[in-house]
């Protein structure tokens, strides 16, 4: 099977039925772009800089009303480039998946108190486990589209966050509400204990198709927040607004996927062992009274801050090069100075123990076969995420290995027996140009082009009071109508009682009733003065509206739904109010056909 284009607009050509059933449930749907490290993936933790690049690969979160009974998760699935096809997975079953709800819904509590989480449906075109952000990503959705829902911020607040600057971005209160509880969404997914730096929701939040910089402080401030900052390249260096890129690009899946919190775990193990290494040292030249103050740091804290500097410091190298190839154009120098910084930060991560032998295979193979090619540049590879497993990034000189990747990765695969897969390069799929962004919102007529023709956009006003918004194929509709209390369909001046339709015997005028009770839901609880009606016989006298739209209407709830409808008259004939207050019945009204 040939490889399908790593971009959101081959996925959906490439797979359409997916993407119907997560537009066609969803009120709103929010996207966010996944991103890989070019460089930093501990010095960010210890104060050095993160520079990210955003993919062409997104995560989209749809929102729907929650049912009672029924998941907070509808399903989640994501894409696996090397078996060309979306996995399912069961409601709960992706790792983090219980803590982020569990999250959310404390958060709700603090911030809607009463509030119910709404329902969501989750599908990632970044696979997990493979350092391109996934977790990152799916939490800058999460926030958007929450926050969305809970009508604490706009569609219009959302959409300019990804093409505000960053100067002005990092005192926006819209931006920090999304970041701020999408950077405690990833280190929850991560195990928690702040063991996300932040850069990952950081760059998904924000649209750039240069790298994106990033620096959090060592330590929380007083007030137990970590400070942050971060800004686009082109910011940065008053760059073009878009580069002609003088390198070529790719991520190699190196044959596993691992849990970032897992990696971490080792981490800690890892900083122990070196930690005891170095002190049964120390105590043998102590033992033989040798002066060294300098030779290391007096705390272990301080000991793995120093072994950090080699990583941060090629982490500004890593940019300056950058700065060099974008500002003034292609050199050889800036080329070679690039690459070698990105070797030496995969030599460095190596030492600590967070490649593996997999991934060094393939960095050294790919530097080895570029200069096979008698390519003076030669190349950069390096683990990218937290590390062990995942994906291996590879940068070259333009055109360097386009004419042999895949021949190169098929012979890695004979040698090793791994399953090795090209993720992503930067010449076949392009690059992104957005951040978070809103794809639907129902509330706000914004439609997805996955809603199909004949799609019907249907109100529902549960017995609470709530009013919540979906789409249904015409299908789902006739399946679902049956459970439905009372439906009411304007274009066909229609009314169903638990998929019943109401003949002229039982209802005088369907239209008439319509109209009146589509009124009467958007005032719901209100007494609304029949001089507000629609003038008409029957809103004109009290008698009138009881007897022929009342009266019918209530008696055909009660015998084929056994329910009261609540909905009453009250004052004289010719100035009355009408009130229908909630509880009693379930409605559905048809707004729209498409």
């Known amino acids: 099977m040939p490889r399908i284009t790593a971009n959101s607009a081959s996925l959906k050509k490439a797979f359409p039925q997916e993407y119907r059933d997560l537009f066609s449930r969803s009120e709103i749907v929010c996207s966010a772009p996944g991103n890989f490290y070019w460089s930093g993936e501990y010095a960010v933790r210890y104060g050095g800089i993160g520079i990210k690049q955003n993919l062409p690969l997104r995560t989209y979160v749809g929102v729907e009303a929650p049912k009672p009974g029924k998941p907070e998760i509808n399903s989640i699935q994501y894409y696996i480039p090397s078996k060309r096809s979306f996995a399912r997975h069961p409601a709960g079953s992706l790792p983090g998946t219980k803590k982020i709800l569990s999250h959310l819904k404390g958060y709700l509590a603090k911030a809607s108190p009463g509030a119910r989480l709404p329902a969501f449906t989750i599908l990632m075109e970044v696979p997990p486990g493979c350092g391109l952000s996934a977790s990152a990503s799916l939490a800058a959705s999460l926030s958007a589209a929450l926050h969305l829902y809970l009508k604490k911020l706009t569609v219009s607040e959302i959409n300019r966050l990804s093409a505000t600057p960053t100067t002005h971005l990092l005192k926006d209160p819209a931006f920090n509400t999304v970041f701020r509880l999408a950077w405690e969404l990833e280190d929850t997914i991560h195990g928690g204990g702040r063991a996300s730096s932040g850069i990952g929701p950081f760059a998904s939040l924000n649209a750039s198709i240069y790298p994106i910089i990033y620096l959090r402080e060592p330590r929380p401030a007083t007030g137990g927040d970590f400070r942050f900052w971060g800004i686009k390249m082109e910011e940065l260096f008053s760059l073009a607004h878009k580069p002609s890129?003088?390198?070529?690009?790719?991520?190699?899946?190196?044959?596993?996927?691992?849990?970032?919190?897992?990696?971490?775990?080792?981490?800690?193990?890892?900083?122990?062992?070196?930690?005891?290494?170095?002190?049964?040292?120390?105590?043998?030249?102590?033992?033989?009274?040798?002066?060294?103050p300098e030779l290391y740091p007096s705390e272990q804290e301080e000991l793995w801050r120093s072994l950090m500097w080699e990583p941060k410091i090629f982490s500004l190298v890593t940019l300056a090069a950058f700065k060099n190839l974008f500002a003034h154009g292609f050199s050889e120098n800036a080329l070679k100075k690039l690459f070698k910084s990105i070797n030496i930060v995969q030599r460095s991560l190596s030492f600590i123990d967070v490649s593996s032998h997999i991934i060094d295979y393939l960095c050294l193979t790919l530097e080895r076969e570029t200069i096979k090619l008698h390519d003076i540049?030669?190349?950069?590879?390096?683990?990218?995420?937290?590390?062990?497993?995942?994906?291996?990034?590879?940068?070259?000189?333009?055109?360097?290995?386009?004419?042999?990747?895949?021949?190169?990765?098929?012979?890695?695969?004979?040698?090793?027996?791994?399953?090795?897969?090209?993720?992503?390069?930067?010449?076949?799929?392009?690059?992104?140009?957005?951040?978070?962004?809103?794809?639907?919102?129902?509330?706000?007529?914004?439609?997805?082009?996955?809603?199909?023709?004949?799609?019907?956009?249907?109100?529902?006003?549960?017995?609470?009071?709530?009013?919540?918004?979906?789409?249904?194929?015409?299908?789902?509709?006739?399946?679902?109508?049956?459970?439905?209390?009372?439906?009411?369909?304007?274009?066909?001046?229609?009314?169903?009682?638990?998929?019943?339709?109401?003949?002229?015997?039982?209802?005088?005028?369907?239209?008439?009733?319509?109209?009146?009770?589509?009124?009467?839901?958007?005032?719901?609880?209100?007494?609304?003065?029949?001089?507000?009606?629609?003038?008409?016989?029957?809103?004109?006298?009290?008698?009138?509206?009881?007897?022929?739209?009342?009266?019918?209407?209530?008696?055909?709830?009660?015998?084929?739904?056994?329910?009261?409808?609540?909905?009453?008259?009250?004052?004289p004939i010719r100035n009355f109010t009408v009130t229908l207050a909630p509880g009693g019945v379930d409605f559905y009204v048809i707004d729209k056909v498409f």
């Not at 895949?406 to 390069?425: K, S, V």
């Not at 082009?449 to 549960?462: D, K, P, Q, T």
């Not at 998929?499 to 005088?508: D, I, N, P, Q």
């Open 377 to 571: 540049h030669g190349a950069g590879a390096k683990l990218t995420g937290r590390g062990k497993s995942g994906d291996v990034l590879f940068a070259v000189a333009y055109h360097g290995l386009r004419d042999t990747i895949d021949a190169l990765i098929a012979r890695m695969r004979r040698e090793t027996g791994e399953d090795f897969y090209l993720d992503y390069a930067s010449w076949l799929d392009g690059f992104e140009e957005e951040g978070v962004k809103v794809e639907q919102s129902l509330a706000e007529g914004i439609y997805s082009e996955f809603i199909s023709r004949g799609a019907l956009e249907i109100r529902h006003v549960n017995r609470q009071g709530t009013s919540s918004t979906r789409l249904y194929s015409v299908e789902q509709f006739n399946e679902d109508k049956p459970a439905m209390d009372v439906v009411f369909d304007p274009a066909k001046h229609k009314i169903y009682l638990a998929g019943k339709h109401l003949t002229s015997r039982e209802l005088r005028s369907a239209s008439a009733t319509i109209e009146l009770l589509r009124i009467l839901l958007a005032r719901l609880g209100q007494p609304v003065p029949n001089k507000e009606l629609p003038t008409s016989s029957y809103t004109a006298d009290r008698n009138e509206l009881q007897s022929k739209i009342i009266t019918p209407l209530s008696h055909a709830v009660q015998k084929h739904l056994k329910a009261d409808l609540n909905l009453k008259v009250s004052g």
């Open 245 to 292: 890129w003088p390198i070529d690009f790719g991520l190699i899946y190196s044959g596993d996927a691992g849990e970032t919190s897992a990696i971490i775990a080792g981490f800690e193990s890892i900083k122990k062992a070196i930690e005891e290494d170095l002190a049964s040292v120390k105590r043998d030249f102590e033992r033989h009274q040798v002066p060294m």
